[in-house]
Nanobody, 114 residues
């Protein structure tokens, strides 16, 4: 069993920055993929960025150049640095941990508004 806990959401003005953190604990396998997804009101959940335990990253086109995903394998923690935030980035951001199983966090709200 793996527990996934996100933190770092909040309210920010357009153009601002936020940093999300996601800590995984429990039965962690050394080979895994962690990532961030988001769900805006009335929309389906979508992938934002992924990072493998080896460091390979993948980004959705709408965040390229603005968001950066990173991880600290010693802490089993993944970060999402979000810069140049837009109102359309508003939503609940979820962290996902996958090895041979699949675990999600509870989500953290990000609101971009003036």
């Amino acid at each position: 069993q793996v527990q996934v806990v996100e933190s770092g959401g909040g309210l920010v003005q357009p153009g601002g920055s936020l940093r999300l953190s996601c800590a995984a604990s429990g039965s962690i396998f050394s080979i895994n993929v962690m990532g961030w997804y988001r769900q805006a009101p009335g929309k389906e959940r979508e992938v934002v960025a992924l990072i493998a335990s080896g460091g390979t990253t993948n980004y959705a086109d709408f965040v390229k150049g603005r968001f950066t995903i990173s991880r600290d394998n010693a802490k089993n923690t993944v970060y999402l640095q979000m810069n140049s935030l837009k109102p359309e980035d508003t939503g609940v951001y979820y962290c996902r941990y996958r090895d041979t199983h699949d675990y999600w966090g509870q989500g953290t709200q990000v609101t971009v508004s003036s």
